[in-house]
């Protein structure tokens, strides 16, 4: 049984509402990259990054695939990754599926787990056409008069990842190529190409495209993936009318690692709940969180055998104080502090070595529930879902009322037919009469029950290509006593002289919308540990001076756009009476260090004298020794002697 201070740990453990690491950890990914292997992909060109090299189309697409792998060792050791190659005269050799693969393709690496060997094996080949530029064009030939249709390109990757792909992981291809236009003056084959496509996204699977361009030949796509590659609507009145953004398409080859940085994490839904709209009328959604904390990957633990490492399984284990037992988790109870009474507590031979005085608990109360009734207490005895209650106007939504960041919610037509359809029709009128949703969440089965806002946000796109989807935010809303009203201090101010001074600079050093995106800016500190993982991995030196911090601010830059605005307004600083003055502040006093060293603690039982030791001193010493600290003082001084008699 487990002691009254463990009341709250449970707390802690299970009251993630909205994020849960765990959960994507368990979903696994699955990339196919399916490369264009024609004559336009091989022709060489002049390396950006290397004096008097060589490089293609071609060797930019595997390059970036080797370095998506790479970066998966570390990010997503259990996603998987397999490169597909069509338009080439190579067939495939994999006995496993290739009567299925269409004719001019060829499957260079099926779909596994990702691992260093299938990547080194990708870098000696990288590394040797580095040295040899026509060495693609060998391995690889390319097909020349002709196009393979793009209808087989698709089934291709199909077989590839039916056979090699695990069923509940997320499926995507990348398809890279340069050629807008395919299939010229042939609709038979654009309807073909159209209709494999689409059985290929019913199956779970989702493109996302990557045009090269080069200033000489610009990708057009209205020419042929405007009509095949449809982008996701709401409305399916609004299907033939889609047109693909523009960023897809990448106007530098060197841009096509870092637009994959962008894709390379797949969107994966956090719950997948019902929305009751009303008694009976219920449709699915599912929730996505827009902002997620990026930690380091999850440790293992494992045994050196002396030939060789295994993996330690590792699991948690109850065990009975009084009966040195195993205890099964299903048979613990938990308790609650019940704390002192006014009369009881509050005596000065407390702290100098009394018992805590605990209050009784009343006739016919229990002081211990099971899991099952904490989670009771927890939920209402709820089901995971969203219930609407009614509609307010938008205005009544606060700034302060937005505590915790939101939850982006999506209809899911796979459970309920008709979600997308009554989705669309609920957000277009909520915009129309600018009204928002309160609804009641419960999101987990082992979160708590919140009231949300659901604010509404229409389909938009801006310049530079990034679409805001059309969907519902969901927003926790705060209770009362979440939100406490800060005591306002008037600063001091100051002048209009020298806002002015100070915003001249600041004009100077202003990023144009759209000029920075963040994702191209990655935690340093993360970036640093992952990049010493990868070394290791595959067996390199690491060079700690040769890692660069994207985040690094160019102080060049800074002091050659705004350096003198800066001293000038410096200047102003040394005279402005409000910048000089230094407020006076109160002192705060810290609490007493009563803490005591071990030695300390090993002289006293030595002589004795343990019992001139306090209980929280005691107690201090025994959890550092991670020895059970429940029971009177007595109990607690034989405890530390029984330990260092032991030790």
Same mark, same amino acid.
């Given at each position: 049984? +487990?002691?009254?201070?463990?009341?709250?740990?449970?707390?802690?453990?299970?009251?993630?509402?909205?994020?849960?690491?765990?959960?994507?950890?368990?979903?696994?990914?699955?990339?196919?990259?399916?490369?264009?292997?024609?004559?336009?992909?091989?022709?060489?060109?002049?390396? +950006? /990054? $290397?004096?008097?090299?060589?490089?293609?189309?071609?060797?930019?697409?595997?390059?970036?695939?080797?370095?998506?792998?790479?970066?998966?060792?570390?990010?997503?050791? !259990?996603?998987?990754?397999?490169?597909?190659?069509?338009?080439?005269?190579?067939?495939?050799?994999?006995? /496993?599926?290739?009567?299925?693969?269409?004719? /001019?393709?060829?499957? $260079?690496?099926?779909?596994?787990?990702?691992?260093?060997?299938?990547?080194?094996?990708?870098?000696?080949?990288?590394?040797?056409?580095?040295?040899?530029?026509?060495?693609?064009? =060998?391995?690889?030939?390319?097909?020349?008069?002709?196009?393979?249709?793009?209808?087989?390109?698709?089934?291709?990757?199909?077989?590839?990842?039916?056979?090699?792909?695990?069923?509940?992981?997320?499926?995507?291809?990348?398809?890279?190529?340069?050629?807008?236009? @395919?299939?010229?003056?042939?609709?038979?084959?654009?309807?073909?190409?159209?209709?494999?496509?689409?059985?290929?996204?019913?199956?779970?699977?989702?493109?996302?495209?990557?045009?090269?361009?080069?200033?000489?030949?610009?990708?057009?796509?209205?020419?042929? $993936?405007?009509?095949?590659?449809?982008?996701?609507?709401?409305?399916?009145?609004?299907?033939?009318? &889609?047109?693909? @953004?523009?960023?897809?398409?990448?106007?530098?080859?060197?841009?096509? %690692?870092?637009?994959?940085?962008?894709?390379?994490? @797949?969107?994966?839904?956090?719950?997948?709940?019902?929305?009751?709209?009303?008694?009976?009328?219920?449709?699915?959604?599912? &929730?996505?969180?827009?902002?997620?904390?990026?930690?380091?990957? =999850?440790?293992?633990?494992?045994?050196? %055998?002396?030939?060789?490492?295994?993996? #330690?399984?590792?699991?948690?284990?109850?065990?009975?104080?009084?009966?040195?037992?195993?205890?099964?988790?299903?048979?613990?109870?938990?308790?609650? #502090?019940?704390?002192?009474?006014?009369?009881?507590?509050?005596?000065?031979?407390?702290?100098?070595?009394?018992?805590?005085?605990?209050?009784?608990?009343?006739?016919?109360?229990?002081?211990? *529930?099971?899991?099952?009734?904490?989670?009771?207490?927890?939920?209402?005895?709820?089901?995971?879902?969203?219930?609407?209650?009614?509609?307010?106007?938008?205005?009544?939504?606060?700034?302060?009322?937005?505590?915790?960041?939101?939850?982006?919610?999506?209809?899911?037509?796979?459970? $309920?037919?008709?979600?997308?359809?009554?989705?669309?029709?609920?957000?277009?009128?909520?915009?129309?009469?600018?009204?928002?949703?309160?609804?009641?969440?419960?999101?987990?089965?082992?979160?708590?029950?919140?009231?949300?806002?659901?604010?509404?946000?229409?389909?938009? &796109?801006?310049?530079?290509?990034? !679409?805001?989807?059309?969907?519902?935010?969901?927003?926790?809303?705060?209770?009362?006593?979440?939100?406490?009203?800060? +005591?306002?201090?008037?600063?001091?101010?100051?002048?209009?002289?020298?806002?002015?001074?100070?915003?001249?600079?600041?004009?100077?050093?202003?990023?144009?919308?759209?000029? *920075? +995106?963040?994702?191209?800016?990655? /935690?340093?500190?993360?970036? *640093?540990?992952?990049?010493?993982?990868?070394?290791?991995?595959?067996?390199?030196?690491?060079?700690?001076?040769?890692?660069?911090? %994207?985040?690094?601010?160019?102080?060049?830059?800074?002091?050659?756009?705004?350096?003198?605005?800066?001293?000038?307004?410096?200047?102003?600083?040394?005279?402005?009476?409000?910048?000089?003055?230094? @407020?006076?502040?109160?002192?705060?006093?810290?609490?007493?260090?009563?803490?005591?060293?071990?030695?300390?603690?090993?002289?006293?039982?030595?002589?004795?004298?343990?019992?001139?030791?306090?209980?929280?001193?005691?107690?201090?010493?025994?959890?550092?020794?991670?020895?059970?600290?429940?029971?009177?003082?007595?109990?607690?001084?034989?405890?530390?002697?029984?330990?260092?008699?032991?030790?």
């Amino acid at each position: 049984m +487990p002691p009254f201070d463990d009341w709250n740990i449970i707390d802690e453990e299970e009251e993630q509402e909205l994020q849960d690491a765990a959960f994507f950890e368990g979903k696994r990914d699955v990339i196919l990259f399916c490369i264009d292997c024609s004559e336009s992909m091989h022709e060489l060109r002049d390396d +950006p /990054n $290397y004096e008097d090299v060589k490089t293609s189309h071609l060797f930019t697409a595997l390059e970036a695939a080797m370095q998506i792998q790479k970066k998966k060792v570390i990010v997503g050791p !259990n996603d998987s990754v397999g490169i597909v190659l069509f338009n080439t005269t190579r067939s495939s050799e994999t006995k /496993n599926h290739a009567t299925e693969i269409k004719k /001019n393709s060829f499957v $260079y690496q099926p779909i596994t787990l990702i691992s260093a060997p299938a990547i080194q094996e990708l870098i000696q080949l990288l590394d040797a056409a580095r040295e040899d530029p026509d060495l693609l064009k =060998s391995t690889f030939p390319p097909l020349k008069g002709k196009k393979m249709p793009m209808g087989d390109v698709f089934t291709s990757c199909n077989w590839v990842l039916r056979d090699g792909a695990p069923k509940t992981a997320s499926k995507r291809v990348f398809l890279i190529t340069d050629d807008d236009n @395919p299939h010229p003056g042939s609709k038979q084959l654009v309807t073909s190409a159209r209709t494999t496509l689409l059985d290929l996204t019913q199956s779970g699977v989702q493109i996302e495209p990557f045009f090269i361009a080069t200033p000489e030949k610009p990708f057009e796509t209205y020419k042929f $993936y405007s009509s095949v590659l449809l982008p996701n609507v709401l409305n399916d009145e609004d299907e033939d009318t &889609g047109v693909l @953004p523009e960023s897809i398409s990448i106007t530098r080859i060197d841009d096509l %690692l870092s637009q994959m940085r962008f894709h390379e994490v @797949p969107k994966r839904a956090i719950f997948s709940i019902p929305f009751q709209l009303a008694d009976g009328f219920v449709i699915s959604i599912k &929730g996505y969180g827009l902002v997620t904390e990026q930690k380091k990957g =999850s440790y293992k633990y494992f045994v050196d %055998l002396g030939d060789r490492m295994e993996v #330690a399984n590792s699991r948690t284990v109850y065990v009975d104080e009084d009966q040195q037992a195993e205890v099964n988790k299903t048979e613990m109870v938990y308790g609650m #502090a019940l704390g002192a009474t006014p009369n009881e507590g509050g005596s000065d031979d407390e702290g100098e070595g009394g018992d805590t005085v605990c209050r009784a608990v009343p006739l016919g109360k229990r002081p211990f *529930y099971t899991a099952d009734e904490i989670k009771s207490f927890r939920t209402l005895d709820l089901e995971p879902s969203i219930k609407l209650l009614g509609f307010r106007d938008r205005k009544e939504l606060a700034f302060e009322d937005n505590v915790k960041h939101s939850v982006f919610i999506y209809p899911d037509e796979s459970k $309920y037919s008709g979600s997308k359809r009554t989705f669309a029709a609920l957000l277009k009128k909520m915009i129309e009469k600018k009204k928002i949703g309160h609804v009641l969440a419960l999101t987990r089965s082992n979160a708590a029950p919140v009231f949300c806002a659901m604010l509404p946000q229409a389909e938009s &796109g801006e310049e530079g290509g990034w !679409n805001d989807p059309a969907g519902f935010h969901l927003i926790p809303l705060p209770f009362a006593d979440d939100i406490r009203g800060a +005591p306002l201090d008037r600063a001091f101010r100051a002048s209009d002289e020298l806002k002015d001074a100070a915003r001249v600079w600041i004009d100077k050093l202003c990023v144009k919308d759209g000029a *920075y +995106p963040p994702d191209s800016h990655p /935690n340093p500190a993360l970036a *640093y540990h992952n990049a010493q993982l990868q070394a290791s991995a595959f067996r390199e030196e690491f060079d700690p001076e040769a890692f660069e911090d %994207l985040t690094r601010p160019k102080y060049d830059m800074i002091h050659k756009r705004a350096g003198n605005l800066m001293k000038e307004w410096k200047r102003s600083l040394l005279t402005d009476e409000s910048a000089n003055v230094v @407020p006076m502040t109160t002192g705060s006093k810290r609490k007493a260090d009563i803490s005591v060293d071990e030695a300390e603690i090993r002289s006293k039982h030595e002589v004795g004298a343990l019992a001139k030791l306090r209980v929280d001193q005691l107690k201090d010493f025994l959890k550092s020794k991670s020895q059970p600290v429940s029971g009177k003082k007595a109990e607690l001084i034989e405890r530390v002697n029984d330990w260092l008699d032991a030790h």
